[in-house]
């Protein structure tokens, strides 16, 4: 009944924390300030999961509109070995009107090449990547002055196809780059080119047309000025032309397979062979002339004396068709 017995149970049973009257709100704020952080560095690491996500799905799809022209079955039969085989036929079937072109998205990922219908967005083709064999652009060569050259060759096919597309909003040595460094991306090499090659593409401003080849007009001058000024524009001409030669050539030996470089001499030794039968037949021919012309001599030796009749010509072609057909 004094003070002290009554303040024992309420100061041994009360919490240190409640003694001064702010423990609650206190401990309240500690919660919600641990719960803020929390929440706080949950949301981060979602938004950069997303944004890495979202990188990594744009970063590895890119989709070209494209206009196929055509597709080939390489084959030493048909003398369709290389690319250049491609387009000179391609060449050959342009001036004969019967090139029958459909445009499409060409789509390239990290796994394939696929081809897209415009309007249904069904995928008409899909080419893995390990099934690219060789992959060129082929620029200012004809009508289409930007084709991007695939040569894919499934495991079930015996022989490889040449698929041809001409690139007009995106040209195709750029198309070109991205499914290459696709294609060196699948191999599993330690250096990504891919992304890079990608920004390139992306800064690349395609409606900025190639610089022209032919000199630029010059301005009327005396006769032997015009004359020094065409000489040496024809000059320039050559040589800008005998340098695009050599590059190109330098190109296609860096792009060329050992499969491609085999055929392709095998090819060059068969034209070599041709020409050579050919001159080997002319030659023949000029033997047979030459041994029937100095058979004729003889003939006119033996008839000296007498009198010439016309037809000396006559027999001489008779003569030479005989002998050519004995000697048949």
Request: hydrophobic share 35%.
């Amino acid at each position: 009944m004094n003070g002290h017995i009554s303040s024992h149970p309420s100061g041994f049973g009360m919490n240190p924390s409640q003694m001064n009257g702010y423990g609650s709100s206190a401990t309240f704020s500690m919660d919600r300030d641990h719960s803020s952080r929390t929440s706080a560095k949950a949301l981060y690491e979602q938004r950069k999961n997303y944004a890495r996500d979202s990188v990594s799905s744009v970063s590895d799809i890119s989709q070209y509109r494209v206009e196929h022209l055509t597709t080939f079955v390489l084959d030493r039969k048909d003398a369709m070995i290389t690319v250049d085989d491609g387009i000179r036929k391609l060449k050959l079937l342009d001036a004969k009107g019967k090139v029958w072109t459909q445009d499409m998205i060409l789509q390239v990922d990290e796994k394939a090449v696929s081809l897209i219908d415009l309007e249904s967005k069904n995928e008409l083709e899909n080419f893995p990547l390990n099934t690219i064999q060789h992959c060129q652009a082929v620029m200012h060569s004809c009508s289409y002055d930007s084709i991007l050259a695939l040569v894919c060759k499934e495991p079930t096919q015996s022989k490889p196809d040449l698929h041809l597309f001409q690139c007009d909003e995106i040209k195709a040595n750029l198309i070109s780059e991205d499914v290459e460094s696709a294609i060196s991306d699948s191999k599993g090499g330690k250096q990504k080119r891919r992304l890079d090659v990608l920004r390139m593409i992306s800064k690349a401003d395609p409606g900025i047309p190639p610089p022209p080849k032919a000199p630029a007009p010059v301005p009327p001058g005396t006769v032997t000025q015009v004359d020094v000024r065409s000489r040496v524009a024809a000059w320039s001409a050559l040589a800008a032309d005998q340098a695009d030669f050599e590059k190109q050539r330098n190109y296609y030996q860096q792009e060329e397979t050992p499969e491609m470089m085999a055929a392709r001499i095998d090819r060059d030794v068969q034209i070599l062979n041709h020409i050579l039968d050919d001159i080997e037949f002319f030659i023949t021919k000029l033997q047979k002339a030459a041994e029937a012309f100095s058979e004729l001599s003889k003939r006119k030796k033996a008839k000296k004396g007498k009198k010439k009749g016309p037809g000396g010509k006559l027999d001489f072609l008779n003569l030479l068709k005989n002998h050519s057909e004995c000697q048949c």
